[in-house]
C-alpha cells in the first residue's frame, strides 16, 4: 500500500500531540526567559542547564528519556535516540508527564485518614516516621498471626525483583498483580503450551504474512511493550511487503495498515482458530517434522485420554521399529494411525487432533463469528501458503527453519474462552512449525523457558479449605491470582471453603475501584480490611475510600528497575535514574520498602529484604548486598550494575541512560536453534494435564462452570453472556487510548486535552435504527446472564463505520472523581461489566465482554 514513516505517523495522530506538547513547554519557558531578560533584577544567578538520562515513567516499556534541567529541575522531556525501544521517540504520554511531575495535585507528605472508610477521606498530614511506624505496627500484628494475611496488590510494578520478589517473600505476604485484567489468560496458555511467558507476536524483521488478531496497532501497543517499538517494527516489515490480516470486531487504528479485515463477533476468536486449522490439516499445510519431534503431537493416547508411559516415560509409535518407544530414542515417530499397546487400543494425539477439529469447518465458523466462509478458508490457506513448510534461511551464519508467519495478539486474550483461544491460536502456528523460526512465531524477546512449564502442569487439586486466592482449588488449578475473585470470596468464603481472610492490604500504585471490572464487588469486600496502606503520587479512588495511609511516592525522581530495554533483536537493559531530587516529601518506592522493612524487623539477615534482593538480582560476592547494613538504592543498583560486568557501575546509567550489550544472537532468538532445541521444552499440543484436572476437579465436587473448559484440546462451546435476554443486543468491547495509560492520566492536562471524554462507539446504522444521532446522550445498560443484574452508564454515541453493527465500544481510562480536574469525563466501562462465574476464564483471569442494550437518555 505504500505506506511510509509519515504516513504512519498521520495515520495515529501521535505526531501533531507530541509536538504539541513539547512547543508548549518552549513557549512557556521561552517566555520566562524573555521576561527575565527585561527584568535583570529577577535573574540572581547564572542558569546552569544539564541533560539527564533516565526512562519513561507511565508508560508499560520504560522508553527512553533525556530530561532537560535548569537548575536542577526538569524543563522538558525528550526521546532518548540511542534507546533500542524507541530510538527517540515519544508517544504523547511522554513528554505530557511533565505535568505529573510537577502535578499541583500530588500527595505531598504522608496522610492519615481522620473520617471513617467508605467514604471520601478526610486526611492530617504525618511525617515519615510515623506513617511508617503505623503501617509497620498494623503489618507486624498480622504476621504474627499468619503471614500470608498481609495481602500486596500491585497495578504499576516497575522493580518486580524490589517489589514483587524481594518485599513479598521477606514479608511471607500473599501477591495479586494486575495481568488478570491485561493478558494472563494468554500467558498461561503460552507458558502451559511452549513455555515461553507472554502472549504472541511475530518475527517483524522476518515475517511475511500477519494475522493481527486484536491488535490495536496504533493505539495499544501489544505483546512486551505499549506503543512506539511495535509499531516501528510493523511499519518496517509493511514497507519489506509484509501483509497483515485484521481481526477485530472493530477496525480500531489497523486502516491504513491491514490488507483485509475481518470484523469477528466479540468472543468467538477460539471458534475462528478451529476453522483456520481445519483448513491448514485439510489443505497439507502441517510440518510433520516439528510435530513428530518438538511436540507430544506424536504420543500415544489411550481410549481414556492419558498417555501411553512404560516406566512413566509418555510413548510414540515408532514406525520404523512397528512399536512403542520414547520419543527420544524414536527413528519415525508416527503422527496417525491406530496401534494396541500391551493390549489397549492407542492413537497419536494428532490423529486424535484431526478427528476432533473435523467439524470445525469454515462454513460452520462463519456462523458463529459472524464472517464469510470465503473469508475464513482464503486466509487459512494464504497463512499455510506464506509458512513457506520445509524451507530454511541463514540467520548471522546458522541455518534456521523458516516460517514467515504469525500471530500479533495481547488483550484480546481477556474473554471468557480466552486461555483455549489462545492455545488455539497458538496451536495453529504450531500446525506449520512456526513457533521459534525465522519470521516466525514469538512470545518473548528472547527465548527462554519459564517455571509455569513444569508448574502448570504439575498443580495438586487439594480439598477445603483453601486460601483466599484459590490457589491448587477445585476451583481453579491453574491460577493467575484474580483480584475480582478475591473480592468475591471475601464476601462469601463459606461458598468457596475459605476459612481465613486478608486482613492487612497494601496497594501499590493499583486503583482498583476504577481500573479493575465490577466497582460494588471491591468497595463491599474492602470494607472488610482491618488495615490498608497506599503508595503512589496521588490520591487514588480506592485510596480515597479505603487508605488508612497514604505514603506518597516519586515520579521521575527516583531509582527504579532494572528494566530490559530488549526489541527482540538487540540486547540491552536500562535503569530510570532520578531526574531531579524529590519534589514535595515524596520518596522512591525503594525507600519506602527499605524503611518499612527495617520497621517490621525484616530487612536484615537471612530471609530478610536484603537477602531476598540478593536472590532476586542474582546477586553474588563480591557484589553481593551485605545483610547487616541498610543501602541507599543507588547503592543497591551499584551492586547490580558491577555484577553484569559493567565496570563504571550505575554511574554508566546515569550518564547514558542504557547498556547496550549488543545484537541478541539467533541462538538466543529462535528456539529451534538454542540449546537444546526450545530451551529442551517438548511443546504440549495435547494437554493430558488439563484433563487430568478436569477429573479432579469433577471428583472433588467442583460445579460445571468451572471445569467444563479444562480439556486437552481447545473445544468450543457457547458463551454465557448469550444466555442474556434478547433486548441486549449488542456486545460491549473496551479498548485501550495512546493519549492514556489505564486510569491514571485522565487528570493530566496536555494528554486529557488530546483525549477528554468518555464516548460510545457505534455503527451509524444501529444507532439510526434506534434513534440515535451522533452526539446524542445515551444509556448503556448491561444485564449479567448468570444473575439477572443489570447495570447502566450515561455517555455520548459516536458514530464510526469502522464497528460491527452489532457490537459497541468504550474506551478505559474515564470514571476518575478523587482528581477534580478528572471528574466529568464520563463514565468506565468497568462500571457495567461483572466478575464471577461466566465472565472470567477458567484460569481465573477477567473478560471483557457482555451483553447491552443503547437507548437515548
Known amino acids: 500500500m505504500g505506506i511510509t514513516r509519515r504516513r504512519f505517523l498521520q495515520g495515529s495522530a501521535l505526531a501533531g500531540a507530541a509536538a504539541g506538547a513539547a512547543a508548549g513547554q518552549r513557549l512557556l519557558f521561552g517566555e520566562l526567559e524573555t521576561v527575565v531578560a527585561a527584568h535583570p533584577a529577577l535573574a540572581v544567578a547564572p542558569s546552569v542547564e544539564d541533560f539527564v538520562p533516565t526512562t519513561c515513567w507511565i508508560g508499560k516499556q520504560d522508553c527512553g528519556i533525556i530530561a532537560r534541567r535548569i537548575n536542577g529541575r526538569v524543563i522538558s522531556l525528550a526521546g532518548q535516540p540511542e534507546h533500542p525501544l524507541n530510538l527517540g521517540a515519544l508517544c504523547p504520554k511522554g513528554p505530557a508527564q511533565i505535568t505529573a511531575l510537577y502535578d499541583p495535585n500530588r500527595v505531598k507528605t504522608p496522610l492519615i485518614r481522620t473520617n471513617a472508610k467508605g467514604q471520601s477521606g478526610t486526611w492530617r498530614r504525618a511525617s515519615w516516621k510515623e506513617a511508617i511506624d503505623l503501617v509497620a505496627a498494623r503489618v507486624k500484628e498480622t504476621r504474627d498471626k499468619d503471614p500470608k494475611l498481609v495481602l500486596w496488590q500491585k497495578g504499576r510494578s516497575k522493580a518486580k525483583s524490589f517489589y514483587d520478589d524481594a518485599f513479598v517473600n521477606s514479608l511471607g505476604a500473599t501477591k495479586l498483580g494486575h495481568g488478570t485484567y491485561c493478558s494472563d489468560a494468554g500467558y498461561r496458555a503460552l507458558e502451559y503450551t511452549i513455555g515461553l511467558t507472554g502472549v504472541l507476536h511475530p518475527d517483524f524483521r522476518e515475517t511475511r504474512y500477519l494475522l493481527s488478531w486484536g491488535w490495536n496497532i496504533t493505539n495499544g501497543g501489544g505483546n512486551k511493550f505499549c506503543w512506539i517499538t511495535w509499531p516501528r517494527q510493523m511499519l518496517e516489515a509493511r514497507e519489506r511487503g509484509m501483509k497483515i490480516v485484521q481481526i477485530d470486531p472493530r477496525l480500531r487504528g489497523a486502516g491504513p495498515f491491514a490488507d483485509r479485515w475481518l470484523p469477528i463477533r466479540p468472543g468467538t476468536d477460539l471458534a475462528l482458530a478451529l476453522a483456520f486449522s481445519n483448513v491448514l490439516v485439510a489443505e497439507g499445510y502441517v510440518d510433520g517434522e516439528y510435530l513428530a519431534r518438538y511436540t507430544n503431537a506424536a504420543t500415544l493416547v489411550r481410549n481414556d485420554g492419558t498417555l501411553v508411559r512404560v516406566d512413566g516415560v509418555p510413548q510414540v509409535w515408532d514406525a520404523a521399529a512397528d512399536g512403542p518407544a520414547p520419543l527420544e530414542t524414536a527413528s519415525q515417530p508416527a503422527l496417525d494411525g491406530a496401534y494396541t499397546v500391551d493390549g489397549m487400543p492407542a492413537r497419536p494425539a494428532f490423529e486424535l487432533y484431526r478427528e476432533q477439529i473435523a467439524s470445525y469447518t469454515p462454513e460452520w465458523a462463519a456462523d458463529v463469528c459472524g464472517l464469510a466462509a470465503d473469508e475464513i478458508r482464503g486466509v487459512a490457506i494464504e497463512f499455510g501458503r506464506n509458512a513457506r513448510i520445509g524451507s530454511t534461511t541463514v540467520v548471522d551464519g546458522v541455518r534456521v527453519p523458516y516460517r514467515p508467519v504469525g500471530i500479533a495478539a495481547y488483550h484480546m486474550s481477556q474473554q471468557e474462552l480466552g486461555f483455549q483461544a489462545v492455545r488455539a491460536m497458538l496451536m495453529m502456528t504450531m500446525l506449520v512449525g512456526a513457533p521459534g523460526a525465522v519470521g516466525g512465531q514469538m512470545a518473548d524477546t528472547s527465548w527462554k523457558i519459564d517455571k509455569n512449564y513444569t508448574a502448570l502442569d504439575e498443580v495438586e487439586v487439594k480439598d477445603p479449605p483453601y ?391
Do not use: C
Not at 538 to 562: I, N, Q, R
Open 467 to 857: 486460601g483466599y486466592t484459590l490457589k491448587s482449588s477445585r476451583y481453579f488449578p491453574i491460577n493467575s491470582g484474580f483480584p475480582g475473585m478475591v473480592a468475591k470470596v471475601m464476601l462469601d468464603p463459606r461458598r468457596y471453603g475459605v476459612e481465613k481472610l486478608p486482613e492487612v492490604m497494601i496497594t501499590h500504585y493499583v486503583n482498583p475501584l476504577v481500573s479493575f471490572l465490577s466497582r460494588r464487588e471491591f468497595i463491599e469486600s474492602y470494607a472488610k480490611f482491618k488495615f490498608v496502606a497506599d503508595i503512589s503520587p496521588w490520591l487514588s479512588e480506592t485510596a480515597d475510600y479505603f487508605a488508612d495511609v497514604v505514603l506518597p511516592a516519586a515520579t521521575l525522581e527516583k531509582y527504579e528497575g532494572p528494566s530490559s530495554a530488549n526489541d527482540q533483536y538487540t540486547d540491552a537493559v536500562a535503569l530510570r535514574v532520578p531526574a531531579m531530587a524529590p519534589l514535595f516529601e515524596s520518596r522512591g518506592e525503594i525507600d519506602i520498602y527499605l524503611d518499612l522493612t527495617e520497621a517490621v524487623g525484616v530487612l536484615y539477615g537471612e530471609g530478610g529484604y536484603l537477602d531476598e534482593l540478593n536472590k532476586s538480582l542474582k546477586l553474588e560476592p563480591p557484589h553481593a548486598l551485605p545483610l547487616d547494613k541498610k543501602p541507599t538504592p543507588r547503592e543497591i543498583f551499584d551492586h547490580w550494575a558491577l555484577a553484569q560486568g559493567i565496570e563504571q557501575g550505575v554511574s554508566h546509567f546515569e550518564t547514558k541512560g542504557v547498556y547496550v550489550k549488543g545484537p541478541l544472537k539467533p541462538a538466543k532468538r529462535y528456539g529451534y536453534v538454542t540449546d537444546p532445541p526450545f530451551g529442551g521444552a517438548l511443546h504440549r499440543f495435547y494437554g493430558e494435564s488439563l484433563l487430568r484436572y478436569r477429573n479432579e476437579m469433577q471428583a472433588k465436587g467442583a460445579e460445571e462452570v468451572y471445569w467444563r473448559d479444562y480439556t486437552p484440546f481447545p473445544t468450543w462451546r457457547s458463551l454465557t453472556m448469550d444466555a442474556s435476554p434478547a433486548e441486549y443486543d449488542l456486545d460491549l468491547i473496551s479498548y485501550k487510548l495512546i493519549e492514556h495509560k489505564q486510569s491514571r492520566t485522565g487528570f493530566m492536562p496536555l494528554l486529557a486535552e488530546l483525549a477528554p471524554r468518555q464516548r460510545l462507539d457505534i455503527n451509524p446504522r444501529t444507532a439510526r435504527e434506534r434513534g440515535i444521532a451522533d452526539g446524542d446522550e445515551v444509556w448503556v445498560e448491561s444485564q449479567n446472564a448468570v444473575t439477572g443484574e443489570t447495570r447502566r452508564v450515561r455517555t455520548r454515541a459516536s458514530y464510526t463505520e469502522a464497528i460491527r453493527p452489532d457490537t459497541v465500544g468504550m474506551p478505559n481510562h474515564f470514571g476518575l472523581w478523587a482528581d477534580p480536574r478528572a471528574r466529568e469525563r464520563g463514565p468506565s466501562p468497568n462500571e457495567i461489566y461483572y466478575v464471577g462465574e461466566g465472565y472470567m476464564t477458567n484460569t481465573a483471569d477477567q473478560s471483557f465482554l457482555v451483553k447491552v442494550r443503547v437507548s437515548r437518555a
